[in-house]
């Protein structure tokens, strides 16, 4: 008997690096408003990631994980979901979260060392579902596929969304979350943020495969590989994967092909390990200036909007980060009051202890 | 003589034994080109090339498993994993295969291995980044754990733990990886394994630790002797096996013992040390034994890590109320 399973990958792609429409449009995408919102939301998260750094280097909040040049991948995804969808990050996704109703203040929480950053709402006020910020690298995948499993075992129209680094696709929770999504055909949509660069290891040392897209067919699952710096062409081909997942199709996983433009972390140097002409090379396709040329083209952007929208966001973030700062530290006891509903013996004499040191600390050294 | 790093001496003595022995492999992410996140292998491949330090796919499991056929035929694989918090995913591979190979095969297939990885917190870091889970690692049968405290002691039973035919869990207290320098010859002269360090000689109490909390125990062992009070101070250094008799030795002498460790305090190592005290020496002790460990919660983010951590001043309270509650 033979089994022949055809896959090929095509990069699906409507804006070229210069903004100029290759393919015809689709539909929605005559709702200039949504373009120009997609725009904004990129714009802003830009301005963040900035503002982070900044806080990042004169001391004012830790390692930060930057998302320079996977904007439209984060805004895509972030915006194409529904409200009532799951989306379970990594850390390099502030974007979508923001989408999510997660606020820059959380992420600075979060980064700045706080708990208290993944305590939000989704955007109509309820209290979120979404995961917080998973660090170790893959895990989430699997709880996407558990969070679909619930949704499909319930009969909710919902979707479970997760992403994932290039060099996450490596590791086993990937594959089996992939594998067993696939198996049980469950409402749920991988998107693999392919920025090129796993810290210092390339892409293509990482996997042999031409593609990471085609990580699917052995998962029985349609993948597709998207440009990853065009965000018509990500919002369109989630927008597909979300509408098939929803209708009781199953999953799928997309594979956004950017680049991270940025060092790994505010705690990494890409010089070390990554030739200059790449980076330079790279900024040609950065997503934003690709969908302004496309806005400017269409008569519905210029400079007067664009400096206008560049204050706005200076603003905002800045209205962000001095809530941020002034953010009330919980106080020590806090790290006792979450792991158990109830706090028994010999944990509540431990928090005393704790309190008790605390406040010899703040009272100097009364050794 | 050179003055070096903890992370300096690590980086040394991975240069002597993959120059003195062919067999020995390094492994891991980003160890190549980056030199591994913290440097620790900065220099190995330009100088053995990229077929005897590898940049593996960005899986622990996978590295777990590597390591243990590479082992198999002889080569002696250094694996690098990031932070200890990353080596969970091969844990299966670690405890249900590398530990038990040896006594499997009784004695055929022996896998001479090391796992090194950064541990503990306090650097700020971001969540996951600061474990300090030598317990797991020393509950299970068939591995050694090791745990350097100084950069001397970091070349020296590093060297040990790449000679070693057996598994061995390498943890580098990264919080001192370049806090304090000190002469290390490069002579290639392994330190023992499974034996404990008598760093401070001591008359009224038995303070034992490891790692990065060695250095406020002896802050705290010198502001006691200010103070009359005389601590020996041990570096277990070797986790697993415990070098109970050096232990026992001391307290015999002292009458006192108080344990210090960051790691979370239920279960611990520190409950083991004194299990075993209990068993062995209950009616040498002058005091019931004391421990000054972290807590049991997960490591906070680091706004609230400096509560959770063991200052000089926690170790002196503990053991002036140990001493003012001897029998
Ligand atoms: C299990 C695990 N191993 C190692 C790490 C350390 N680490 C953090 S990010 C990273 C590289 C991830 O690269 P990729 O998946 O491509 O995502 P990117 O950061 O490029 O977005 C590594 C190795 C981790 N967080 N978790």
Redesign the pocket.
Known sequence: MTFTSKSTVTQVRYLDDEGNVVQPLPAWADDLDLLINFYKNMVLVRTYDKKAIALQRTGQMGTY?SHLG?EAVGIGVGMSMAVEDVYVP???DMPTMLMRGATMVHNMLYWGGSEQGSYFNRPDGQLSEDFPIC?????QCTHATGVAAAFKLRGEKRVAVTS??????S?GDFLEALNCAGAWQLPCVFVI???Q???SVPRTI?CGAPTLAQKAVGAGIPGVQVDGNDIIAVFDVMKKALERARTGKGTTLVEAVSY?LSD??TADDATRYRPAEEVNDAWKREPIKRLRQYLHNQGVWDETKELAWQSDCNQQVQAAVEQYLATTQEPPEAMFDYHYESLGEPLASQRQQLINKAMRMAGGNHG | MAKVTLLEAVNMALHHEMAADENVVCLG??IGTNGG?FRATVGLKDKFGFKRVMDTP?A?GLIGGLTVGMASQGLRPVAE???QG?I??AMEQIICQAARMRSRTRGRITLPLVYRAPFGGFIHAPE?HSESVEALFAHIPGLRVVIPSSPARAYGLLLAAIRSNDPVMFFEPKRIYRTVKHEVQDNGQALPLDVAFILRQGADITLVSWGASVNETLVAAEQLAEQGISAEVIDLATIKPLDIDTILKSVRKTGRLCIVHEAAKSFGVGAEIAAQVAEKALWDLKAPIARVTGYDVTMPYYQNEKYYQIHPEDILLEVKNVMEHSA
């Not at chain 1, 660090?135 to 895990?139: D, E, K, L, Q, S």
């Open positions: 994980p996977a990594y850390y390099r660090v170790p690298i893959a895990t994932i680094g290039d060099g996450g696709t590791k943020n392919n920025n660069w796993a810290i990482q991270r790994h972390t | 992410e980003d996140v960005l622990e994993f990031q932070f990353f969970f995913p996951h």
